[in-house]
């Protein structure tokens, strides 16, 4: 062999030994960048014949979404197959959630009209409607479930999205682009002129702007209603309002309270905080949450809004997402954030403003009628309820769900649907008698 036959020979062999480590290393990297898998085995989660005879079934003289029982639990897990959505995009390598199984769970015994039975069982029992679970400690997985769903699939969290605007602002805040003690029509002008006019940004977030537009889906006249047939999510048609801005811009429901006194639950409040972060940042909603938040936890997959109308998101509460995906985006509020963010997306300032900086005034006329106990403090923030134990927790319509504790670095997300005559236990006093007993105290 030739000198120069050798030295081809020698360089053809490193070459292809350099091409099979890289190979072996990326491989590597891969298989520790894919989350864990529930099961093997793909399931199809609904057959053709099923999805059309459901999509046939859907309401067409009212609310589609407004049905119970096996109609609504094939709803909530398969909206993007009959409406429009628009997208949340994912980047990166999926940011993996270790397993990090705690046997106390699935043993810990529920109290039920028939006698305790475990939590596992108790997750597959008519008792509940429960499709999905996912419980994280310390940024592991403790303990997750699907009793009616595939883990693969993306069921509606409603409004459980409200959090993710208000997300959205206080990151804005913390880079002095918003300052949540001016008006909101200060960063809007189209609604200078308009019932919300002089309302405070955080007035708007605490749901306290003393404006009579209450949820409201049988008086088709009224604030809300008209609101919600402008993006899709109340019952119209053709003569309907059509353009949420024009609308809530030009809407006059009368005050009913001071302003920062009362608490009132309306979607409205979290459009004006999507068009208020539309305004700040000069993108769609969406691609604001995709930019601040979904590409930057490792998610697994892309998320995405329900758009009915004119591509518009619903941003008070349509949210479509793996339950793991949504249990990333409640780490960002623990020590774990690390897990799935290489940056502190969620500041410090911004937890303890949730923890202790709420308007304890707001529950006042609910605590006189006992619909609110001591074990909770204030809403703040789109957050329903923070309770004295420092659990953060925001609500889905019809059985979904997200529980946060920075101090004892815990996040639960589940999701579910009401049974037909809504007979179901409320998953929230379960989960939290759960982890209150098997995490009583901070680490």
């Not at 769609?284 to 004119?310: C, M, T």
């Not at 941003?315 to 623990?334: E, N, Y």
Request: a negative charge.
């Amino acid at each position: 062999m030739s000198d120069k036959s050798f030295i081809i020979t020698v360089s053809v062999f490193f070459l292809s030994l350099f091409f099979m480590v890289g190979c072996a290393e990326k491989q590597q990297d891969e298989a520790q960048s894919e989350p864990s898998v529930i099961s093997e085995e793909f399931r199809s989660a609904s057959s053709v014949s099923q999805t059309r005879d459901q999509i046939a079934r859907l309401r067409k003289d009212d609310i589609w979404w407004t049905v119970n029982g096996r109609d609504m639990a094939w709803n909530n897990k398969n909206l993007h197959r009959f409406m429009p959505t628009v997208n949340l995009y994912r980047e990166g390598q999926v940011k993996t959630l270790n397993d990090a199984t705690n046997p106390e769970i699935p043993a810990f015994k529920i109290e039920t009209p028939e006698g305790p039975i475990a939590f596992e069982d108790f997750l597959s029992s008519d008792y509940t409607t429960n499709m999905a679970v996912v419980i994280l400690h310390k940024g592991k997985i403790a303990y997750e479930a699907y009793p009616r769903q595939e883990p693969y699939e993306k069921p509606v969290f409603w409004s459980v999205a409200k959090v993710y605007a208000s997300s959205i602002i206080a990151i804005l805040e913390d880079r002095g682009e918003i300052d949540v003690s001016k008006s909101i029509d200060h960063y809007i002008s189209e609604l200078k002129g308009s019932a919300f006019e002089g309302v405070s940004i955080r007035n708007v977030l605490d749901m306290a702007t003393g404006i009579e537009c209450a949820e409201e889906y049988v008086d088709k006249e009224s604030c809300y209603y008209r609101y919600s047939m402008s993006v899709g999510d109340g019952f119209y048609d053709e003569s309907s309002p059509d353009n949420p801005y024009q609308l809530l811009a030009s809407i006059t429901p009368p005050r009913y309270a001071e302003q920062g006194t009362d608490y009132q639950y309306s979607g409205a409040n979290t459009f004006l905080l999507s068009w208020l972060i539309e305004e700040v940042t000069g993108l769609p909603y969406q691609d604001a949450v995709s930019k601040e938040i979904w590409n930057k936890i490792g998610a697994e997959s892309d998320g995405s809004f329900l758009a009915p109308r004119y591509g518009v998101p619903i941003t008070h509460g349509g949210l479509l997402a793996r339950p793991r995906d949504v249990a990333r985006f409640g780490l960002l509020f623990t020590p774990s954030y690390k897990t799935v963010s290489d940056e502190k997306i969620i500041s410090d300032r911004y937890i303890n403003l949730i923890k202790s900086g709420g308007n304890e005034r707001l529950f006042d006329r609910y605590r006189s009628l006992g619909r609110v106990n001591d074990e909770i403090k204030y809403p703040v923030y789109q957050w329903d309820m923070i309770y004295t134990n420092n659990d953060f927790y925001k609500s889905g319509w019809a059985g979904q769900g997200l529980l946060v504790n920075p101090d004892k670095d815990t996040v639960v997300v589940y999701t579910g649907y009401f049974n037909d005559d809504q007979s179901e236990m409320d998953m929230l006093p379960v989960l939290r008698g759960l982890m209150n007993s098997i995490y009583p105290d901070a680490d």
